[in-house]
T-cell receptor, first 110, second 115 residues
Framework: ELKVEQNPLFLSMQEGKNYTIYCNYS?????LYWYRQDPGKSLESLFV?????AVKQEGRLMASLDTKARLSTLHITAAVHDLSATYFC??????????FGTGTRLQVFP | DADVTQTPRNRITKTGKRIMLECSQT?????MYWYRQDPGLGLRLIYY???????NKGEISDGYSVSRQAQAKFSLSLESAIPNQTALYFC??????????????FGPGTRLTVL
């Protein structure tokens, strides 16, 4: 059974600081997705990582994938308040269903 | 206009009532999904459909049923609602042939409360 674990589950960080969210998964997969959810809102696709070593960047967020380690990271550079949200990773099983992590709730304070 | 819409957006009902949640999409995607979200549990897949004639159970299908009325419409029913079905429900769509991945596009969600 594929399991997807994120850590930390909750992250409170000061503006301007850097931090990394980790996503570990238990079985082989070459496709990993990152989503953002604002409070009370829907999920928005951030990144799609489709191969080992893939790296994607958008603004202050950078995602990477290491399929051998079954690990993806979401790195936050110089955090700003607008990045406050819950971030989910999701792994694609062979049958093309996504298994979601439990989410990391990020709070950025001044 | 939103590409994936859900109705109703909020619903309060009583135990034992039958409830239907509806999802419509204008993205032209073949694949549609229903998830529920509970605090601390992420999203869990209830049912999914890869085309109009295809319906599959997800990891938590007990107590739910679905209907794929057309490519654009996918409904979720709770035949006899119970309080532990109180959750936020999301519909999503995808089309790997268009997007070269299974990126899913989510509706705004339906907040369901069962008393």
């Amino acid at each position: 059974e594929l399991k997807v674990e994120q850590n930390p589950l909750f992250l409170s960080m000061q503006e301007g600081k850097n931090y990394t969210i980790y996503c570990n998964y238990s079985t082989t997969s070459d496709r990993l997705y990152w989503y953002r959810q604002d409070p009370g809102k829907s999920l928005e696709s951030l990144f799609v990582l489709l191969s080992n070593g893939a790296v994607k960047q958008e603004g202050r967020l950078m995602a990477s994938l290491d399929t051998k380690a079954r690990l993806s990271t979401l790195h936050i550079t110089a955090a700003v308040h607008d990045l406050s949200a819950t971030y989910f990773c999701a792994v694609d099983r062979d049958t093309d269903k996504l298994i979601f992590g439990t989410g990391t709730r990020l709070q950025v304070f001044p | 206009d939103a590409d994936v819409t859900q109705t109703p957006r909020n619903r309060i009902t009583k135990t034992g009532k039958r409830i239907m949640l509806e999802c419509s999409q204008t993205k032209g995607h073949d694949r549609m999904y229903w998830y529920r979200q509970d605090p601390g549990l992420g999203l869990r897949l209830i049912y999914y459909s890869f085309d109009v004639k295809d319906i599959n159970k997800g990891e938590i299908s007990d107590g739910y049923s679905v209907s794929r009325q057309a490519q654009a419409k996918f409904s979720l029913s709770l035949e006899s609602a119970i309080p532990n079905q109180t959750a936020l429900y999301f519909c999503a769509t995808s089309d790997p042939q268009v997007h070269l991945s299974d990126t899913q596009y989510f509706g705004p969600g339906t907040r369901l409360t069962v008393l």
